[in-house]
């Protein structure tokens, strides 16, 4: 089924470590996006791609990193992660940026 | 900046209607609308371009006020499986990014 893979569900981690989200997708859309999800806040865009080989900036991009080599792949890095990226990360894809986006089922991410 | 959705959160009765509002204070190029169920991944539901169009999706149905910026999601006669989170995202500038809203939390009880 096509779609949006995530991995890992869930993860604790210990602050101070590296730690990075993979997001896969198999509909060949061009732009994606990573996003946190904090209670009460709502979606906040971290990072997006329009098209491989080119990443941006979002709403809340400190503390994070992101590539994209190829169109299928969109790793998000916690280069040393702290309490306050408690968070449950969605990555998403849209055939062109301002397109329907397709979500995938997120990473339920703890930092102690 | 965020747009403002209004109400927070709204419990119904099954049959009845609901309006949501999402408003911004910058100029829009467009309006995406998404609902989310308790622990899932927010789903796609419908997009305004500026121009005024409404748009509708089964009993759900959105407008878009370019002038007043903002935008209103219209369920009617509302059914159990609406209950969930609803986001609006804005769209501003040329990049196509959105910014969401914080939700509003529809509840529907039989």
């Known amino acids: 089924i096509a779609g949006i893979t995530q991995a890992p569900t869930s993860q604790i981690l210990a602050a101070g470590r590296r730690m990075t989200l993979r997001c896969t997708q198999d509909?060949?859309?061009?732009?994606m996006y990573w996003y946190r999800q904090d209670l009460g806040l709502g979606l906040r865009l971290i990072h997006y791609?329009?098209?491989?080989?080119?990443?941006g900036k979002g709403e809340v991009p400190d503390g994070y990193s992101v590539s994209r080599a190829n169109t299928d792949d969109f790793p998000l890095t916690l280069a040393s992660a702290v309490p306050s990226q408690t968070s449950v990360y969605f990555c998403?894809?849209?055939?062109?940026?301002?397109?329907?986006?397709?979500f995938g089922d997120g990473t339920r991410l703890s930092i102690l | 900046q965020q747009p403002v959705q209004s109400p927070q959160a709204v419990i119904l009765r099954e049959g009845e209607d609901a309006v949501i509002n999402c408003s911004s204070s910058?100029?829009?190029?467009?309006v995406h609308w998404y609902r989310q169920k308790h622990g899932e991944a927010p789903v796609f539901l419908m997009i305004?371009?500026?121009?005024?169009e409404q748009k509708g999706h089964e009993k759900i149905s959105a407008s878009f006020n370019e002038k007043k910026q903002q935008s209103s999601l219209y369920l009617t006669a509302s059914q159990l499986s609406y209950s969930g989170t609803y986001f609006c995202?804005?769209?501003?500038?040329?990049?196509?990014?959105?910014?969401f809203g914080k939700g509003t939390k529809l509840s529907v009880k039989p």
């Open positions: 995202g804005t769209e501003g500038g040329s990049q196509g990014n959105l910014i």
């Open positions: 910058k100029a829009l190029y467009s």
């Open positions: 998403a894809s849209s055939e062109q940026e301002g397109q329907p986006q397709h």
């Open positions: 305004l371009l500026k121009g005024g």
């Open positions: 791609s329009n098209t491989a080989g080119t990443t």
């Open positions: 509909m060949r859309h061009n732009a």
